[in-house]
């Protein structure tokens, strides 16, 4: 005889989470409510936004077969860059899995863009770390865009970290491209929303109408519902292995933008004269297809799990940015950790609490591009994904830790209250 069902939650053991963090969990989860029905309902206006360009570039199921050799007629490689286009708002878009990250999709761009004797200013203080080698500022310098005749200057950011627009229109003038940073990056200045975006972008042009506008969008994608194309940019680039490739794609990059721009851009990704026509996909295609479909709602769950490790880890006392009821322009939350022995505990936490190699311990490594130490705890499907939970931490003052994805909102949840078990285990957390 079949046993009566017992309509009670299977408690899920093993996890052996003390039950005051649980409970700060609950706490921390109810004052999130509000975030999290702002966070579904632009997922579903980006998610609608999605699946109507899907529709009207007439995705078809060839589409999702790939080519070899130089890739002529790619049918599914030119639908993609035309359905990446009409999301971001784009005249022509450059989605390619031979991006190898975003700093070489940016770094492409950057190279197609400038010449010899060009100015490129950052708008946005200092620039992301990887790319101070492309530009010239750090390291050898050999074959960079100053070892080419390119100049660089930027406008720093203001002490409390915003961007300083009133001295924008000083380092314009002579520039050719512009370059906007839209996350935070490793810094604890604030996220630029869409609304600062387009504040900076007005400023430039109207000081330089000629000017380019460049927005590093990495992790911005699909947070609010409109993307700096649509607030006056130029060119916006991003990696597949953060927000739009959804951890379902699993390397790539793209730059979208005018067609002549794109163009320029291609041209320095393969070869002048070839640019967009050649690059075969291999067996890419539908996995970058599919990660732009899940976009808008996996960008939500990590948003979710941003918001809620915002909230709790502010219950436990340390600082974060953003808090929980700031508005976000990207998924990251910088949580301060005080000390290396937090920082160290908290990334090892998260690696435990992953689904793929939980029972590898990270440790602080010279990672190329980086000047300081980093450490990544990323037990992800694909390595090194950053839409997938991750937090990576340079050893270095003030130890915060950059936290960001989580493809569901219930594994994200768990990673981190697994961080702060192991934070608790190894006396570095104090409850009460
Ligand atoms: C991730 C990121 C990049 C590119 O980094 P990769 O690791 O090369 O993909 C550039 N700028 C910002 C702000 C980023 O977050």
Known sequence: ??????????????????????????????????????????????????????????????????????????????TLDAVYAEVFGAEDALVRHTFVSGTHALTCALFGLLRKGDKLVSLTGDPYDT????????????????????????????????PNVADVFKKVKDAKVAYIQRSRG??????????????????????????????????????????????????IVGSLIKNPGAGIAETGGYIAGSKKLVEQCAYRLTCVGMGKEVGCSLNQNKLMYQGLYFAPEVVGNALKTAVFTSEIMSLLHFEVYPKREEKRGDIITAVLMKNAE????????????????????????????????????????????????SADAPLREPFAAFVQGGLTYPTGRMGILVALQEMFDRHCLKLF
């Open 131 to 162: 790319l101070e080698e492309v530009i010239g500022i750090r390291g050898s310098g050999n074959g960079s865009l100053a070892d080419f005749g390119v100049e660089y200057d930027q406008v720093d950011l203001l002490p409390d970290g915003k």
């Open 342 to 389: 937090n920082l160290i505990a908290f990334c090892q936490g998260v690696q435990k609490g992953s689904p793929v190699d939980s029972f590898v311990t990270p440790e602080p490594w010279d990672m190329p591009g980086y000047d300081s130490k980093v450490i990544m705890a990323a037990g992800c499907f694909n390595m090194g994904s950053s839409i997938e939970l």
């Open 186 to 235: 490793y810094s604890l200045r604030p996220t630029l929303t869409l609304t600062g975006i387009a504040e900076i972008v007005k400023a430039a042009k109207g000081a330089n109408p000629d000017i380019v506008v460049l927005v590093d969008n990495c992790y911005g994608e699909f947070v609010e519902t409109k993307e700096p194309l649509q607030c006056g940019a130029d060119l």
């Open 1 to 78: 005889m079949a046993e009566i069902f017992d309509p009670k939650p299977v408690e899920i053991k093993g996890f052996e989470i003390d039950e005051r963090i649980i409970k700060l969990a609950d706490k921390a989860e109810e004052s999130c409510s509000a975030a999290f029905a702002e966070i579904d309902k632009n997922a579903r206006i980006n998610g609608e936004r999605v699946l109507r360009a899907f529709i009207n570039n007439k995705v078809s199921a060839e589409c999702m077969n790939g080519t070899t050799g130089y890739g002529y007629g790619d049918k599914g490689r030119d």
